[in-house]
Structure formats: structure tokens, C-alpha cells
């Protein structure tokens, strides 16, 4: 898959992050840091294989953002660490390719000597074990700033610590200067030069982009949803208009990330139990720039280009550039009715679902005033139950994975309280 490369699939992913809460991803890229100049000091490992592990770090926390406040540090990395470890393993177990490494954020705050008799794998342990040691160095080094003493955590080597772990830390400072590089930003260089030695294959970058989606769910659940809907709903349009491998790919990846920008947004807005406000829905336009903001220069313009056009009209009359339907390529006009589609058949806070007839009457009237394009939008009715039966096979397999996944959430929570 040309339409991204790994690199920035990764920078899209931590900057969506960020779009939520900055704090947690800046904590995870410094502690990344720290355990990518462990791995140097090792010695052993290829440069793509320190990145990929850097980029594991980096979203170790990611768990903290299902949490109601991501930017309470000093709980979710104290006395209640739990939750967020186990949700963030088990959300990279099930959403994203990195399944096999995921156990290392369910044991990060897990003390070393625990650790053993808890996990068989010493690849593991291990991971774990340094991810631990350089959080700790992060929170206080951050917190502490002059004052803190690089040695604080020596009594705990070999016991709570990893002391071959504690000997890597030790080395990191003394030869590689990583607290200074922390201190003075310059730390992110390298980082960003590591990251040009990630590696995907075409169905990870794919995995990654449909985890984005789940990412989004962090801010607000029924657009994580509704973006699934809009892609399943564009590719089944997308097979009616016999539309290339190459367009099917493009109008899915547009679909999965049109309504990216709404992470922008304020949260209380997006997600409100009445119908906003005529200055809110002024804010709410600017998704669509937001959106372009995020994905240009990282992914291939062609799906940029169609993601912000999703609330173009045949009359002009949508936003942001007011582009008429003798203007708009296929595409877009099939984007424009699965969005819509997507947008009404599901239930929102302030609305129910529209029934078949009503959503149905709805369209008809947008593409009779040339809001909708009326060819597109007759083969949405025509065929209705076709594409809508495929839409929810395609959704309740996406939710099950995400129900699987809370499920578990629970069961497991129950075991660590014990």
C-alpha cells in the first residue's frame, strides 16, 4: 500500500492521540526515548527492530484515554494502574497487528520481582521490565526537573527493578546523555530518525488505520461507528458503479477518515444531548479543515482530497469549498450519500435512527433539490437492502471485536483485584 508509508501511519496515530490529550502521548515518546537508548546500549537489535518497539512504547498508555481524565498522571500511574494497563493491552491485542507484544503494557507498572513468577515469556519480562524503569526515570525527571538524581532508584535494583535494566539506565545516562536530550527537546530528532526504519506490511498499515478508528471512539464512540458505517457503505455503492480495486481502496480509507477532525472539537459538543447551536455548528464545520490539517502530507492526496469532501453539495451549497456537482468526480458523490446514509441510520444523543422509509425519504428530497447526486442516490434506494444487510454483517463484526474486548476488560480487572 503506496497510500502511506509506515512512518507517518505511526505519526498519525500518536497526533490523533494527541488531539486528545497531549499530555499522555508527550510521556510516552520521552519514555520511548529512554527505552530505545536501553536497546542501543544492548546492542543486539537492527535499527526497524528498536523502532518498532519505540513505537510500542510510545503508546503504552494508550489505555489511559479511556480513562475520564487522561491528564491525571498521578493516579493513573500510582495507586489505580491497573485499569488502564489492562485496557491498553488488551485494545493492541485486539485492534492493531501488534497482538504478540501487547502483554508488555498489562505488566508495565508490575514490579520485577512479581513479574517473574507472572509471565514465562522472558522477551516479555523483559520489555516489561524497561518499560517500567523508564517511566519512573520520565515521571520524576519531568516532575523533578534539577533536582532529581538519576541514581534514586538504585535500592530497588534487583528487586522491583530489573537490575540488568538498571545497569542499561545507568549506561543510557552516563554514555548517551539521554537526560540532557530529554531536558533540551532534542531527544525528538532522534526519535524521528529512528522512526524512518518502521516497517509495515499492506495489512498492517491496514490494521493501523482501522485501529484509528477505534482511537477516535476514545473522544466519542457513536463516530468511531458511524465513520465504520460510512466505509462499509461507500464500498458496497462502490461495487454497484464497478469501481477498481485501486477506487475501492481510496473511498475506503476517505470513509474511515472523514470525520477525524471532530477530535479537534470540544468533546462536551460532539457528543451533547440536544441539537447544538447555530455558533456551535459553526465550530462543528471545522472538522472538515481539521480533518484536512491532520492527514495532509501523510496520506496520499487523493484520499484527502475526497475525506474533506464529504459535505460538498450538487448545489454548492456545502462546505468548506462550496464545489458543485459538475465539479465533483464519482467519488465524491458516492462518499456524500454514504455519509449521509451512515449519518441517519444510527442513533445519535440528541435523535433516534431513521426508520428505512425515512431515511430513504430524506435522500430523495436532497437529491431532488441536487444536494445529493440523484444517479448515486437512486442506486442507494434501489438497492437498500442489500447494502445496508452487508453494512451491519460488516459493523457487528467490527463491534464484536470491540464487545470482546470490554468483556475482557472486565474479566480480567475482577482478576487482578483479587
Known sequence: MDYISSK???YLIRDTLRLIDGRVMEHGSRTAYIVYKMLQCKGGLEDFEMADIAMLMTLHDIGVYKTDDPGDMLRYEGRDYMPHSIYGYLFLKYLSPLRKQSKILLYHHTDYNQLL?????EGIRQYASYLNIAEK???????????FDYMMFNKYAGNKLSGEGMTLYYKAVKQL???????DG????????????LIFTNEDKRKYLQMLMYCIGFSSEIYAVCSHVCAYVSGELGKKYMLTDYEQDIIYYASLLHDIGMLMLPKDMINAHRRISEEEMRILRTHVDKTEELLRGRVKDEIVNLAISH??????????????????????RILQVADKVSALSLDWNFRAAKTKQELI?????KAARNKLNPQVTNTM????DEIMGAAKVRLEEAMAMYRKLNDDFERISVQFSK
Not at 526515570?137 to 533536582?147: C, E, L, Q, R, T
Not at 546523555?177 to 531536558?183: P, Y
Not at 434506494?381 to 437498500?384: A, V
Open 8 to 10: 507517518n501511519i505511526f
Open 117 to 121: 513468577h507472572l509471565e514465562q515469556n
Open 137 to 147: 526515570v520520565d515521571i520524576y525527571h519531568n516532575a523533578m526537573g534539577s533536582k
Open 177 to 183: 546523555n539521554i537526560l540532557d536530550k530529554l531536558k
Open 186 to 197: 532534542t531527544y525528538k530528532d532522534e526519535l524521528d530518525e529512528l522512526f524512518e526504519n
Open 311 to 332: 459535505h460538498e453539495r450538487g448545489d454548492g451549497t456545502g462546505y468548506p469549498r462550496h464545489i458543485k456537482d459538475t465539479e465533483q468526480n464519482k467519488l465524491q
Open 361 to 365: 425519504d430524506q435522500i430523495s428530497q
Open 381 to 384: 434506494i434501489t438497492h437498500y
